[in-house]
C-alpha cells in the first residue's frame, strides 16, 4: 500500500468537488493505486476500467459491502453470472431500443412541453428540478406503473437513497432517511408488481434499482448537457446552427462528466492488474470519470467539442454484463429535453456557474438559467 504515494494523498473533498485533475495523475502514474480515503483500489485507466467491467469472474458487484445493496437490497445490480440474468432479463425487455422508442415517446415529449410550458413565460428559472428532474421522474414512474405517484414523493424517496449511497461510499452507516425511503417505495409498488421468476422481495428491489437509476442518471445526464452547452457559448452556436449536432453533444457531455463517475467491484481472488497486486475480497472502484479523460484514447480530454467523433466511445453507461439497463431511454429524455429548451427558450443563458460535483453522482447543484 506504501508504493501508492498520490493514491495515499487523495482526499474525498478532492474527489466530491473537482475530481479531475488528480485523477490525471493518478491515471499518469498509479492506474491502479490505493485510496486509503476510500478503502479501496481505485481504476483510472480506461482500458484497465474496460477490461474490470468485461471480467466478472475476477472483479464482481456479488459483496455485501455493495454501497447500493445495503440500501435496496439484492438485485440485479449486485449479482453476477445466471443469477444476474434471472433479476435482469424481465425488466430488461421493456428496455430495447425499439420498446423504448414505441412505448415512451409521446410521453417524453409530452411531459417536456408541459414542464417548459409551466416556466417558459418568467424568462428564468432552475432547470436542474423545473425540468431535468420532474422529466425522469415522470418516465421512471410510467416505467415502473406509478404514473399516479406524487413527483415529490417519489424524488424524496430517491433523495433520501442517493444521499445513504453516498454516506455508504464516504465510509458510513446507511442512513435512516434511506431505509425508510425504500420502505415507503416497497410499500407502493408492492401491489402492482408481479414479476415471472422473482418473488416480491426481489421484484421490490430492481424496481428501486430501475427508480433510483431512472431518476438519478439521467437529472444529472440532462443537467450536466445543460450545464456543458450553457457554459460553452461556441459550442452552444454550432448546435443551434447545425441540430444534428446534438446527438453528439450530448454524447460529449456523457464523457466530459458522467452522471455516475464510479462504480465498485470486488475482487474474487488475488490478482496483478495494472502494477498492482490486489488481494482476494479487496474493493476495486472504477472511475468511469477518469475512463472517459483518458488521453490515450480522448485527443484534448478536458475540452467540451460537440463534434468530437469519438465521443460515444465514453463508459458512462458502464460496460459489459452490467451496462446501464435504462440507456436508451435516458438518451431519449435527454435528447429530447435539451432539444425542446433550445427550441422555445430563445436567447438561453445561464445565470449562474455551479459546476457539476459530487463523490458518486456528479452533476450541478443548479442549472439557474434565463432567456
Not at 234 to 256: G, K, M, T
Amino acid at each position: 500500500m506504501n508504493d501508492f504515494p498520490v493514491g495515499a494523498s487523495v482526499t474525498l473533498v478532492d474527489l466530491e468537488k473537482d475530481p479531475h485533475p488528480i485523477l490525471a495523475r493518478l491515471r499518469e502514474c498509479e492506474p491502479v493505486s490505493w485510496l486509503p480515503a476510500l478503502g479501496a483500489w481505485l481504476v483510472t485507466s480506461r482500458e484497465l476500467v474496460l477490461e474490470a467491467m468485461r471480467d466478472a469472474e475476477t472483479f464482481t458487484v456479488d459483496d455485501p459491502r455493495f454501497s447500493t445493496g445495503r440500501v435496496v437490497g439484492t438485485s440485479m445490480l449486485t449479482l453476477d453470472g445466471t443469477e444476474h440474468a434471472r433479476h435482469r432479463d424481465p425488466f430488461a425487455r421493456d428496455f430495447r431500443l425499439d420498446a423504448v422508442r414505441e412505448r415512451f415517446t409521446t410521453l417524453v415529449e409530452d411531459e417536456t412541453n408541459r414542464l417548459i410550458d409551466g416556466f417558459a413565460a418568467d424568462g428564468r428559472a432552475e432547470l436542474r428540478r423545473a425540468l431535468a428532474g420532474p422529466l425522469a421522474v415522470a418516465s421512471t414512474a410510467f416505467a415502473l406503473g406509478l404514473d399516479r405517484t406524487d413527483a415529490t414523493e417519489m424524488l424524496g424517496w430517491y433523495d433520501a437513497m442517493v444521499t445513504s449511497v453516498n454516506a455508504i461510499t464516504a465510509g458510513d452507516s446507511p442512513t435512516q432517511a434511506g431505509r425508510a425511503a425504500f420502505a415507503a417505495l416497497h410499500e407502493r409498488v408492492a401491489p402492482s408488481l408481479d414479476v415471472h421468476g422473482l418473488d416480491l422481495g426481489e421484484a421490490v428491489s430492481n424496481a428501486a434499482v430501475i427508480l433510483f437509476g431512472g431518476i438519478e442518471t439521467t437529472e444529472g445526464m440532462i443537467a450536466n448537457a445543460l450545464y456543458h452547452l450553457l457554459s460553452h457559448p461556441h459550442q452552444l452556436a454550432l448546435v443551434q446552427a447545425d441540430r444534428a449536432l446534438l446527438p453528439n453533444a450530448i454524447e460529449e457531455s456523457l464523457r466530459l462528466e458522467p452522471a455516475a463517475a464510479v462504480i465498485d467491484r470486488y475482487s474474487t481472488r488475488d490478482v496483478d492488474f495494472g502494477g498492482a497486486h490486489i488481494g482476494t475480497r479487496e474493493q476495486v472502484t472504477l472511475s468511469l470519470a477518469a475512463a472517459n479523460r483518458d488521453p490515450a484514447f480522448f485527443a484534448r480530454p478536458d475540452e467540451y467539442d460537440v463534434t468530437r467523433e469519438s465521443a460515444r466511445h465514453h463508459v458512462a453507461f458502464a460496460h459489459g454484463p452490467h451496462v446501464c439497463i435504462g440507456m436508451h431511454l435516458a438518451r431519449l429524455e435527454a435528447r429530447t429535453a435539451v432539444a425542446r429548451v433550445l427550441d422555445r427558450l430563445p436567447g438561453l443563458r445561464l445565470m449562474h456557474d455551479d459546476p457539476p460535483r459530487g463523490l458518486v453522482f456528479r452533476k450541478p447543484p443548479r442549472v439557474d438559467a434565463a432567456w
